[in-house]
DNA sequence: GTCTATAATTTGATAGAC
DNA sequence: GTCTATCAAATTATAGAC
């Protein structure tokens, strides 16, 4: 075990290639003889560690739900305030999406193209599914405080989800339709972290 | 030509078929067998139609496009208020998500894979790319009157495709992670279709 | 134009040497 | 564990009769 950390083992090589690929290119797009190629290493290796295609893409898919998932878990269970977690879900999200922009494509297609196997796999995680209740209760709280209005709390997650994920998945679509060069459209990304938190409490809260 | 007007001929069958299988099951993902089967005739006369699989996306998607653009500038250059085009532009997005759910998803995947040759494809359409120039033009009179807040008229572009297509968009997910279901999610939906232009007007107002 | 049968190609999977 | 060579299956594409 005075294996140098620089030099992956070639499962973690295989799941890092086959992650990219994956994303990028989607379940049926991504060919085996890509994703050896990106992890340096040939084709039957892939087999002799992972058995089959399917299995590869539920190993990669699996452990990417399972890293999102315990990322958000901590800021739902965080003891914050309700603005203050809105402030912490957008940041998280919008990082999350800017920074790996075919994540949610990925994520969205497979559960689009099977949804009872996807809730199986995510229920099946060792990580929990992310839980709202806490979420919930803090907006049922703020309700009857008088402090914002009578709003259902799925639609503020809903809001929260569109705002911080869509733009950034669609970047390509987006930068053309809007006619932004690629550094415009990053800044207008930027201004984003800043304003959609504000926009979202600015649209629940009492006057 | 005195044909019926209730059978379709071949090839309006298969780009119907196609449309379907495509949007559904992506590029890679469909199957010439699959479209063959969803038009009810034999895979030979896809080809005999369409040359090849390629040609047939191609041919589906631009047509998919185009009658999108076309719905969407008749919108963007109508004779409206700012704010009464924000509601119609809501209600035009909400609608074809709703009733299209796969279109949206079919559309970034494409242009994210392919950035370039999609932009390309864009522009040699027949229909206009739709062209927010008034759009921009009302939103800068409204701040100039004091009747807005000083914002880029892109960011109101981005929640705005934001809110209305995301959520249709990943309906399974969203059913999941929420614990909705189908009727409850729907009813969610159907609350946004009054909500999300208020909610984009409210945050630029000025009071 | 439409079909059946078949060719050609791509791609996932395995066998077997090292 | 890793490679080369090869197989097997799936899938696109075409040939040719009707």
Known sequence: MVKSAVIQDTEAK???????????????????????????????????YFRSKDQLFETVFTQAAQHFFEKLNGILNADK?????????????????????????????????????????????????????????LVQDEINLGHINNVKPEQIIMNILSLCIYPAMAKPMMKMGLGLTEKEFDSAIEERKQSIADLIIGSIRKN
């Open 14 to 48: 295989i799941l890092a290639a086959a992650g990219e690929v994956f994303r990028e290119k989607g379940r049926d797009g991504a060919k085996m003889q890509e994703i050896a190629d990106a992890a340096g290493i040939n084709k039957a290796m892939l087999h002799y």
């Open 81 to 137: 305030t309700l603005f203050e977690m809105i402030h912490l879900l957008c940041g998280a999200y919008l990082t999350m999406a800017t920074e790996n922009p075919h994540f949610p494509l990925f994520i969205i297609g497979e559960s689009n193209r099977n949804a009872e196997g996807f809730m199986k796999k995510i229920f099946s995680l060792k990580a929990k599914k992310p839980e709202f209740t806490r979420f919930k209760k």
